[in-house]
């Protein structure tokens, strides 16, 4: 293992990126998981369950709760609030307790009902602020002045503080007095009367108090997530590390290939003394044990640093120096270093059978001739190109090099994978760009007002606005669309639930879904006009639970199932990711009690960018934001292109693998053509043309691998396709012409220098070293 130094370090390389990436994949999903989870663990600080009203009167009383399974239950009165501030929206959470003691590090909130309050440290030193100074609040509209009496640690509920949306403390009394709420509360917080519960018996527990309650609804604290959307960037990561692995064999196929070579004498040495071929067999395969081994170990510790940088780049809060915990899974770490294992030894393995049709006294005078299979095209393509070729000699000899040298194919096979890869990858994002984008088109509305939060007042802040916006000129008032969003089940299946005026929904998002198109038109009518349960659901959960035009389905929103008629069925595309059914804003309200729209979405008369300042004053008020049309198509593009960016490495790390197999591959077909150079160097070829005819079958070799990655990128693209299908995020992936010129010279670039080093060593062939047995 350590006579060459170089072979040593490539077949390492190769192993440990194999078991590296195989670790990281698989606690990927794990590290994103926990980036959202854990700020919820910390704002629950312990407590397992929270309690809201479930009726039209949101303030409820402690003798309203059936204790039943709960204890230790602590009221609070939670109040939405906007920091008075000329420069931008900066949202707080107000939390109207009657003590506060933990995780102090200044100052405290004594019991009262005046305006002192508790902030974060970390929002303290980001506003310029300390214990005596004042925040200035919008509360419903109406400005009050807090005094700060208190710093806390960014922990528990002040952890996912930021530097537009942060958590307040302040007096109950304060809040109670100032909403009327007579001693009422909001929220109330508790634990379950049992400990140490699983996520599912949390559900369970959550299930019987609901089931024990009219009046209020809890909701757990432990919060549970649905990774169902990650699947597919699971499955995605998998196929790039499959991409990245096929490469990895070819190299360490290569490399074997090369250490047999090298070793021919000595193996003919061994023969000489009575070794047979299968003891030879098993020696090698012992070495590429040991391969896999060392490979595998340091793997495991660069894959595990690999997801320590990866937890640290994805924790949510890093900009403030705090970091998710990274947890090294040993399964991961197994499974990884077993398929480390069983990779290097599938590899190896093809090269060492061969040992097994040498000759023996061949072996022993080092006169092995390697004979290669040419596939059918392969013959077909290189007989074209010979004669097209044949008045040119450097270009003649290297294409009938390629039809003849296995080597040489393998580097086009390593080119082509990864060239194709990287082609699919750039195609799905220049693809996904353009379908968000096409979206963002055909979608009828001009700015989204969003961030709608609830003042507690008489009136809704969505009925607020709304009416701002009918009695605003400017606005077409037959365009404003309030959407009621929220999470539910559909006969038990996770989706988006949407609450619509029909009428104006349907103008929103008609050019993109066809509503009022003639096969949809009908049937959205039927959703227009009835008073009854009605329900629009997507072809994709229409096919999920086996539902035709007229079933019935159950609809289950904060605990509350009702039944519903299916009367239209759309195709939603990538809205939502077609998770997503409608019901009308009423029902949504009435039989589910959701007070406030996600987003409100309206057209307007004159040019947007002049109105812009307009409605960001209007909003503003009542601490909701707008954003414009084009602002959220520029932003998901920014998101997409984030997640493009994480599959992209994948297609790198491949092409910079393939590189380095190039780099062996070149040397090994070189050292196994010596005798064939010093032949035709006896017959005339100067150092001039063998460099030539050297440059010439690599370049070759590159052009061959971008004319043949071409048609396998368009065979991934409709595999990539035909994933998302089943994953009911339907997508075109167009091909992308231009990445063909960029990633191509890029390839050229490598093979070149690449043969740099085989260059180099053709200037010292002995014609007479090389033929003496001739």
Same mark, same amino acid.
């Given at each position: 293992?350590?006579?060459?130094?170089?072979?040593?370090?490539?077949?390492?390389?190769?192993?440990?990126?194999?078991?590296?990436?195989?670790?990281?994949?698989?606690?990927?999903?794990?590290?994103?998981?926990?980036?959202?989870?854990?700020?919820?663990?910390?704002?629950?600080?312990?407590?397992?369950?929270?309690?809201?009203?479930?009726?039209?009167?949101?303030?409820?009383?402690?003798?309203?709760?059936?204790?039943?399974?709960?204890?230790?239950?602590?009221?609070?009165?939670?109040?939405?609030?906007?920091?008075?501030?000329?420069?931008?929206?900066?949202?707080?959470?107000?939390?109207?307790?009657?003590?506060?003691?933990?995780?102090?590090?200044?100052?405290?909130?004594?019991?009262?009902?005046?305006?002192?309050?508790?902030?974060?440290?970390?929002?303290?030193?980001?506003?310029?602020?300390?214990?005596?100074?004042?925040?200035?609040?919008?509360? @419903?509209?109406?400005?009050?002045?807090?005094?700060?009496?208190?710093?806390?640690? %960014?922990?528990?509920?002040?952890?996912?503080?930021?530097?537009?949306?942060?958590?307040?403390?302040?007096?109950?009394?304060?809040?109670?007095?100032?909403?009327?709420?007579?001693?009422?509360?909001?929220?109330?917080?508790?634990?379950?009367?049992?400990?140490?519960?699983?996520?599912?018996?949390?559900?369970?527990?959550?299930?019987?108090?609901?089931?024990?309650?009219?009046?209020?609804?809890?909701?757990?604290?432990?919060?549970?997530?649905?990774?169902?959307?990650?699947?597919?960037?699971?499955?995605?990561?998998?196929?790039?590390?499959?991409?990245?692995?096929?490469?990895?064999?070819?190299?360490?196929?290569?490399?074997?290939?090369?250490?047999?070579?090298?070793?021919?004498?000595?193996?003919?040495?061994?023969?000489?003394?009575?070794?047979?071929?299968?003891?030879?067999?098993?020696?090698?395969?012992?070495?590429?044990?040991?391969?896999?081994?060392?490979?595998?170990?340091?793997?495991?510790?660069?894959?595990?640093?690999?997801?320590?940088?990866?937890?640290?780049?994805?924790?949510?809060?890093?900009?403030?120096?705090?970091?998710?915990?990274?947890?090294?899974?040993?399964?991961?770490?197994?499974?990884?270093?077993?398929?480390?294992?069983?990779?290097?030894?599938?590899?190896?393995?093809?090269?060492?059978?061969?040992?097994?049709?040498?000759?023996?006294?061949?072996?022993?005078?080092?006169?092995?001739?390697?004979?290669?299979?040419?596939?059918?095209?392969?013959?077909?393509?290189?007989?074209?190109?010979?004669?097209?070729?044949?008045?040119?000699?450097?270009?003649?000899?290297?294409?009938?090099?390629?039809?003849?040298?296995?080597?040489?194919?393998?580097?086009?096979?390593?080119?082509?994978?990864?060239?194709?890869?990287?082609?699919?990858?750039?195609? @799905?994002?220049?693809?996904?760009?353009?379908?968000?984008?096409?979206?963002?088109?055909?979608?009828?509305?001009?700015?989204?007002?969003?961030?709608?939060?609830?003042?507690?007042?008489?009136?809704?802040?969505?009925?607020?606005?709304?009416?701002?916006?009918?009695?605003?000129?400017?606005?077409?008032?037959?365009?404003?669309?309030?959407?009621?969003?929220?999470?539910?089940?559909?006969?038990?299946?996770?989706?988006?639930?949407?609450?619509?005026?029909?009428?104006?929904?349907?103008?929103?998002?008609?050019?993109?879904?066809?509503?009022?198109?003639?096969?949809?038109?009908?049937?959205?009518?039927?959703?227009?006009?009835?008073?009854?349960?009605?329900?629009?659901?997507?072809? @994709?959960?229409?096919?999920?639970?086996?539902?035709?035009?007229?079933?019935?389905?159950?609809?289950?929103?904060?605990?509350?199932?009702?039944?519903?008629?299916?009367?239209?069925?759309?195709?939603?595309?990538?809205?939502?990711?077609?998770?997503?059914?409608?019901?009308?804003?009423?029902?949504?309200?009435?039989?589910?009690?959701?007070?406030?729209?996600?987003?409100?979405?309206?057209?307007?008369?004159?040019?947007? %960018?002049?109105?812009?300042?307009?409605?960001?004053?209007?909003?503003?008020?009542?601490?909701?934001?707008?954003?414009?049309?084009?602002?959220?198509?520029?932003?998901?593009?920014?998101?997409?292109?984030?997640?493009?960016?994480?599959?992209?490495?994948?297609?790198?790390?491949?092409?910079?693998?393939?590189?380095?197999?190039?780099?062996?591959?070149?040397?090994?077909?070189?050292?196994?053509?010596?005798?064939?150079?010093?032949?035709?160097?006896?017959?005339?070829?100067?150092?001039?043309?063998?460099?030539?005819?050297?440059?010439?079958?690599?370049?070759?070799?590159?052009?061959?691998?971008?004319?043949?990655?071409?048609?396998?990128?368009?065979?991934?693209?409709?595999?990539?396709?035909?994933?998302?299908?089943?994953?009911?995020?339907?997508?075109?992936?167009?091909?992308?012409?231009?990445?063909?010129?960029?990633?191509?010279?890029?390839?050229?670039?490598?093979?070149?220098?690449?043969?740099?080093?085989?260059?180099?060593?053709?200037?010292?062939?002995?014609?007479?070293?090389?033929?003496?047995?001739?």
């Amino acid at each position: 293992m350590l006579e060459k130094k170089g072979r040593l370090f490539l077949l390492i390389f190769s192993i440990m990126l194999s078991c590296a990436l195989m670790v990281m994949s698989l606690g990927l999903i794990d590290t994103i998981v926990e980036s959202f989870t854990e700020p919820m663990k910390k704002a629950a600080a312990g407590r397992d369950i929270a309690i809201s009203s479930n009726t039209e009167e949101i303030f409820f009383k402690e003798e309203d709760i059936n204790k039943t399974g709960i204890k230790n239950l602590d009221g609070e009165i939670d109040m939405p609030a906007v920091v008075d501030d000329e420069d931008e929206m900066i949202y707080t959470n107000l939390r109207g307790m009657k003590s506060y003691d933990k995780d102090m590090i200044e100052g405290s909130l004594k019991s009262s009902d005046n305006t002192d309050c508790i902030i974060s440290k970390r929002i303290a030193d980001e506003r310029k602020l300390k214990v005596g100074d004042k925040l200035n609040v919008l509360i @419903s509209g109406e400005k009050k002045e807090l005094k700060i009496t208190g710093l806390a640690t %960014a922990d528990g509920i002040f952890y996912s503080d930021e530097t537009k949306q942060f958590t307040v403390v302040v007096n109950y009394e304060f809040l109670n007095k100032l909403l009327n709420a007579n001693g009422a509360y909001n929220r109330v917080v508790a634990d379950y009367t049992k400990d140490n519960l699983s996520p599912d018996e949390l559900d369970k527990e959550l299930k019987k108090f609901n089931k024990n309650n009219e009046k209020v609804i809890g909701t757990n604290l432990e919060y549970n997530y649905d990774s169902e959307g990650d699947n597919m960037i699971q499955t995605i990561l998998y196929i790039m590390l499959g991409i990245v692995c096929v490469v990895c064999v070819l190299i360490i196929r290569g490399v074997f290939r090369l250490i047999i070579t090298e070793r021919m004498q000595t193996i003919g040495t061994f023969m000489s003394q009575g070794a047979t071929k299968k003891k030879v067999q098993r020696m090698l395969l012992l070495e590429a044990f040991l391969y896999a081994v060392v490979g595998a170990i340091i793997g495991s510790v660069v894959g595990c640093g690999g997801l320590a940088i990866l937890t640290r780049l994805i924790s949510p809060y890093k900009k403030y120096g705090i970091y998710n915990e990274v947890h090294f899974n040993p399964v991961h770490i197994a499974i990884g270093c077993a398929f480390a294992v069983i990779l290097s030894l599938y590899s190896a393995h093809a090269p060492i059978r061969k040992i097994k049709k040498l000759q023996v006294k061949e072996v022993i005078i080092n006169r092995v001739e390697v004979h290669e299979k040419t596939g059918i095209i392969t013959r077909f393509l290189t007989g074209i190109g010979a004669k097209l070729f044949r008045g040119n000699t450097s270009m003649f000899l290297a294409i009938n090099n390629i039809r003849t040298s296995k080597l040489l194919r393998s580097n086009i096979k390593l080119l082509t994978i990864s060239l194709a890869a990287i082609l699919s990858i750039v195609s @799905s994002s220049t693809s996904m760009t353009d379908v968000v984008v096409g979206a963002y088109e055909d979608m009828e509305y001009d700015y989204d007002i969003g961030n709608i939060i609830d003042s507690n007042a008489t009136q809704s802040t969505t009925d607020s606005l709304i009416n701002e916006l009918k009695n605003d000129k400017n606005v077409k008032a037959d365009s404003i669309s309030p959407i009621y969003g929220t999470e539910g089940k559909l006969n038990g299946k996770s989706l988006g639930v949407y609450g619509v005026e029909p009428k104006a929904y349907g103008r929103y998002l008609n050019s993109y879904v066809g509503f009022y198109e003639k096969d949809l038109k009908d049937d959205y009518q039927k959703f227009i006009d009835s008073k009854d349960n009605v329900i629009v659901i997507s072809t @994709s959960y229409a096919k999920k639970l086996d539902k035709k035009l007229g079933d019935t389905v159950k609809l289950t929103v904060n605990e509350k199932e009702n039944e519903f008629k299916i009367v239209t069925i759309a195709d939603f595309k990538l809205y939502n990711s077609g998770m997503i059914c409608l019901i009308n804003q009423e029902k949504m309200k009435s039989l589910y009690g959701l007070r406030e729209a996600r987003g409100i979405t309206f057209e307007i008369v004159k040019d947007g %960018a002049s109105m812009d300042k307009k409605y960001q004053q209007m909003t503003k008020k009542y601490g909701a934001t707008v954003r414009s049309k084009e602002e959220e198509k520029q932003l998901n593009v920014e998101n997409n292109a984030v997640m493009m960016k994480m599959f992209s490495a994948f297609a790198y790390i491949a092409l910079g693998v393939a590189a380095i197999g190039i780099f062996n591959n070149i040397t090994i077909c070189f050292m196994q053509r010596r005798k064939e150079f010093a032949v035709m160097t006896s017959v005339g070829m100067n150092k001039s043309k063998r460099r030539n005819l050297i440059l010439a079958e690599n370049m070759m070799c590159a052009v061959w691998s971008v004319i043949v990655a071409i048609p396998i990128a368009f065979a991934f693209n409709i595999g990539i396709e035909s994933l998302l299908k089943s994953m009911d995020t339907p997508m075109p992936v167009n091909f992308d012409p231009k990445a063909v010129l960029v990633y191509g010279l890029v390839v050229i670039g490598i093979v070149i220098v690449a043969s740099l080093s085989a260059l180099k060593k053709s200037k010292n062939i002995s014609v007479i070293a090389e033929l003496k047995y001739e």
